[in-house]
């Protein structure tokens, strides 16, 4: 199997290709679009929007290579169902789950705010992973893909880090997997809390997993590429 060396937080990362699927959690309208959920709660959405470019880079870098790309975004069933009130109730948003809004209903699957964005949307047979909570794995069959494909190693970019980024690696660390966290393809309304949510994750030896830069990232896949050319 092609295995790849790169230098990350706390030590050396090494992975097999063909085992690592790239995840971006949650690139959705209704967090990072103004008028969307995000919005609604009061944060400036132009925060997460700076996690596009280098994330963009490097989706396109791993699909060049095969590597399995993974797409979650988070969402409720249109009778909201699936979403308990504690959600539903919480704090004194604009708009609450479920209210119309300038995307349509606010994080309701099948509305257009809860789609991706356009720069990284799927492509056709990329799996998409319609979570009700905040991790990957919740009430999903996220888990049951990884193993039908051999996936050892995750990739974790997307919004938000210390949410649903960091709730999805925490779930994976539980579950055996490797975690690689590529810090600027990961974005906050808080800078201190993507700050300390990377320190976490590569914290004591690695608690959680492994934080790095894309571009080195970008650099390995692509030397890849090359390789196999």
């Known amino acids: 199997m092609p295995r790849l060396t790169l230098e990350a937080q706390p030590g050396e990362f090494v992975f ?7 995840v971006l959690i949650d690139m959705q309208r209704d967090f990072l679009e103004p008028g969307g959920f995000g919005e609604s709660l009061g944060n400036d959405v132009g925060k ?7 994330l963009k880079r490097l989706l396109e870098t791993a699909r060049a290579v095969g590597l399995t790309v993974i797409h979650t975004r988070e969402g ?5 169902s699936d979403a308990p009130p504690a959600k539903i109730e919480r704090g004194m948003p604009a708009q609450r789950i479920g209210d119309p809004g300038p995307m349509g209903r606010i994080l309701v699957r099948g509305e257009t705010g809860q ?8 492509l ?7 979570k009700p ?20 190693t995750l990739i974790v970019t997307g919004v938000t880090t ?12 539980d579950r055996g997997y490797r975690c690689l966290v590529p810090g600027d393809c990961c974005g906050s309304y808080f800078d201190e809390f993507h700050e ?9 030896g690695g608690i959680f997993g492994w934080v790095c830069r894309s571009a080195p990232l970008v650099a390995a896949l692509d030397a890849l590429r090359v390789q196999a050319a």
């Open 133 to 152: 909570g905040k991790g990957a794995f919740y009430a999903t069959d996220f888990g049951a893909i990884l193993k039908h494909r051999g996936i050892d």
């Open 16 to 22: 097999d290709s063909e085992r690592t699927a790239l």
């Open 162 to 173: 210390e949410v649903c980024v960091h709730t999805t690696v925490r779930e994976a660390n």
């Open 76 to 80: 409720h069933r249109p009778d909201l």
């Open 124 to 130: 056709p047979g990329e799996p998409v992973i319609d």
């Open 196 to 204: 300390v949510g990377l320190r976490m994750i590569a914290a004591q």
């Open 115 to 122: 789609d991706f964005i356009e720069a990284l949307y799927p």
């Open 48 to 54: 997460l929007t700076k996690v596009v470019p280098p």
